[in-house]
Nanobody, 121 residues
């Protein structure tokens, strides 16, 4: 029905920056909230940031002031600009979207397959 594809992950030194992108495609009528989550080795998946369709944002305390989430409603894309990266930010980053599809016309939760971010010290 809906596919979310992340890109932009990679290896970066501490203090560096990366920009993640996630494009949603498929039977999309509209997209409500979009967000980024991450899962570090041996840990549970956690919220990084979310953004509503009206651009209201929410961040985990650990990334406030360093990460910025944004979206393009025309392109069905959400971004995560990550600055001042720390080794503790190393994780697989997953895109999430609350999508109203043209099949069911009700909101459903979709996830991407993730992109790996590795921050070296």
């Amino acid at each position: 029905q809906v596919q979310l594809v992340e890109s932009g992950g990679g290896l970066v030194q501490a203090g560096g920056s990366l920009r993640l992108s996630c494009v949603a495609s498929g039977r999309i009528f509209s997209i409500n909230a979009m967000g980024w989550y991450r899962q570090a080795p041996g840990k549970q998946r956690e919220l990084v940031a979310t953004i509503s369709r009206s651009m209201l944002t929410n961040y985990a305390e650990s990334v406030k002031g360093r990460f910025t989430i944004s979206r393009d409603n025309i392109k069905n894309t959400v971004y995560l600009q990550m600055n001042s990266l720390e080794p503790e930010d190393t994780a697989v980053y997953y895109c999430n979207a609350d999508v109203v599809t043209t099949t069911y016309y009700r909101a459903m939760d979709y996830w991407g397959k993730g992109t790996l971010v590795t921050v070296s010290s």
